[in-house]
C-alpha cells in the first residue's frame, strides 16, 4: 500500500516504478523492467533495473537515449535528500551489479548505465561533483549527465525540469504538483487499454492522490475529471472482479472504491466498517496491500 497505515508516511516509489513504465510503455518490447532488483541474497537492491533486449534499438527519449543493456536506476522521493554520499551509493549498486554475475565478464562495463531520478534540482550534490573534478552536461532539460567520477555513463535526471506538457507520469510524483501535467496525466491514463498500463496508472496515482490532496479533492468537482479519475480506479476493479478476486457489481463496486479512497484518506478503520460493512472493508483493505 502506498501509505502506511501505521505511520502515514507515503510510498513512492511504487509510484516512481509505474510512472517510468509508463513513460518507455512504447518500448516494452526491448525493455525488462524489474524494480527492487536484489543485488544479492542480503536485502541490498536497486530502486530499479531495466534491461535492454534489443542492443541497436532506439528510445527517442531525453533520459532513456543513454540506456545500454543493462541500467541501474535509483530514486529519490520529494522527502529524500539527494547527497554525495547518495551519488555513490548508487555507483556502487551498479558496481555491485557488475560484481556479482555468475561468471567474470558476464556484466560488461561497456553496457551498464546509471541513472539517478529526482523532482528538483540537486544544487548541493552538484556543487559536490564539481569539485570533486566531475563536469556536468546538459543535452536535455532535466537530464544532466556527470562525467569524470567513473568510466560508467552516469546521470541525474530533475523530473521537474523535463520537457513542459511531457513526462507527466513522473512529473506528478510531487507535493504540489502542477495541475495541467495532473490533468494531462488522468486523461492520458484513461486511454490505456493493456492491464499492465491500467495498473501502473493506479500506482501513479495512488501516490500523486496522495500528496495532492487538495488538488484532487477541487478537481474531483469537476464533471469531467471526476468521472475520469472514477473511471480509471474502476477498471481495475472491474479487472480484478473479473479474475474473481473482488466479489458484486455496481452498488458493490461502488462502495468498495469509495472504501478504498477512504482508506487512503487515512480514515478510521471503525469509521470505514460501520458505513460499508466488515466485508467491503476487508476487500478494500485487500485491494489495497495488493496494489502495493
Request: aromatic share 8%; with cysteine.
Amino acid at each position: 500500500m502506498e501509505q502506511s497505515e501505521k505511520t502515514g508516511k507515503i510510498k513512492w516509489h511504487p509510484g516512481f516504478c509505474g510512472g517510468i513504465e509508463l513513460e518507455l510503455k512504447d518500448y516494452r518490447r526491448i525493455l525488462e523492467f524489474e524494480p527492487e532488483h536484489y543485488l544479492s541474497k542480503e536485502p541490498l537492491r536497486m530502486d530499479m533495473l531495466i534491461i535492454k533486449k534489443k542492443k541497436d534499438s532506439k528510445i527517442d527519449n531525453p533520459y532513456a537515449e543513454m540506456f545500454r543493456k543493462h541500467n541501474v536506476i535509483e530514486y529519490k522521493s520529494p522527502k529524500d535528500g539527494l547527497s554525495i554520499d547518495d551519488f555513490y551509493k548508487a555507483i556502487g549498486y551498479a558496481c555491485l551489479y557488475k560484481g556479482l554475475g555468475e561468471k567474470v565478464g558476464e556484466i560488461s562495463e561497456k553496457e551498464l548505465t546509471i541513472s539517478i531520478f529526482r523532482h528538483t534540482y540537486p544544487r548541493e550534490l552538484f556543487s559536490a561533483l564539481k569539485g570533486a573534478g566531475a563536469e556536468i552536461e546538459k543535452p536535455h532539460d532535466g537530464v544532466y549527465r556527470v562525467k569524470g567520477i567513473i568510466n560508467l555513463p552516469t546521470q541525474v535526471v530533475v523530473t521537474k525540469e523535463l520537457e513542459k506538457g511531457a513526462h507527466s507520469a513522473l512529473k506528478i510524483l510531487a507535493g504540489k504538483a502542477d495541475e495541467s501535467e495532473v490533468r494531462k496525466f488522468v486523461y492520458e491514463a484513461g486511454s490505456y487499454s493493456t492491464p499492465v498500463d491500467k495498473h501502473n496508472a493506479d500506482a501513479v496515482l495512488q501516490v500523486s492522490i496522495l500528496s495532492n490532496e487538495e488538488l484532487y479533492k477541487r478537481l474531483r468537482e469537476e464533471e469531467a475529471m471526476c468521472v475520469a479519475l472514477n473511471n480509471l480506479m474502476r477498471d481495475e476493479l472491474e479487472a480484478r472482479e473479473a479474475r474473481g478476486e473482488v466479489k458484486g457489481k455496481t452498488q458493490g463496486v461502488n462502495d468498495l472504491k469509495e472504501a478504498i479512497l477512504a482508506i487512503k484518506a487515512g480514515k478510521k478503520a471503525s469509521v470505514i466498517r460501520k458505513k460499508y460493512g466488515d466485508e467491503v472493508y476487508e476487500a478494500a483493505v485487500s485491494l489495497v496491500k495488493s496494489l502495493a
